[in-house]
């Protein structure tokens, strides 16, 4: 079986997903749980704050939580509708 790379999409639903617990996430969490580098992590979060997908919030000195939005609880559902119709839950393999 060929196993293709994440897409975009599938990084950022993912971290969406790991944000989305009620608490938000930190640094570390999403990009262990979401399985990207250090580099990765920084590009996908300024992304997503620019997008208004998920808000910064400072939860002591220095801890930094990452919370899901609305914007960004909508985005995650439309993604994972689209990955159910097209049979893709499980991943892609081919």
Do not use: C, W
């Given at each position: 079986?060929?196993?293709i790379?994440?897409s975009n ?19 570390t969490?999403?990009m ?8 990765q992590?920084q590009k ?7 997008q208004?997908?998920i ?5 002591g000195n ?7 939005t609305?914007k960004?609880?909508?985005l ?6 689209i990955m159910?119709m097209?049979?893709l839950e499980?991943?892609?393999d081919?």
């Amino acid at each position: 079986m060929l196993n293709i790379r994440r897409s975009n999409i599938e990084i950022i639903a993912d971290m969406l997903r790991v944000g989305n617990n009620g608490n938000g996430a930190g640094k570390t969490e999403i990009m262990y749980s979401a399985n990207m580098s250090y580099a990765q992590i920084q590009k996908y979060l300024a992304f997503l704050m620019d997008q208004d997908l998920i808000n910064k919030i400072q939860v002591g000195n220095p801890s930094i939580k990452y919370h899901v939005t609305d914007k960004g609880n909508k985005l995650l559902k439309n993604i994972e509708d689209i990955m159910e119709m097209l049979g893709l839950e499980e991943g892609i393999d081919f």
